[in-house]
């Protein structure tokens, strides 16, 4: 329990930082790359420690990594609603 309850703390730790970072009022490029960051790091703990991935075989981390990578790509590539709001133009009523 005590494992959990340091990762948790962690977790808390890193939200504390993406508001500081979000109040410090960085360029949007540094901003995003932050925060997509800890929320990366946060993501990471979240599974292997809550969803007690840290205990499974090294293969199958490697699949599971592999399968999201797949994912986000084919959502990059073949989401045709986000490249037409990107280039959709913003009309006053």
Known sequence: MKRYVIVWLGLLAIVAMEVAVTLARPPA????????????????????????????RR???WSVILAVVIAVVLMDHFWLDAFRLLHQRLSAP
Do not use: D, N, R, V
């Open 59 to 61: 293969s199958f981390m």
């Open 29 to 56: 490029k540094l901003l995003l790359a932050g925060l997509l960051l800890f929320a990366l790091i946060e993501a990471g703990l979240g599974l292997l420690y809550f969803m007690h991935l840290k205990y499974e």
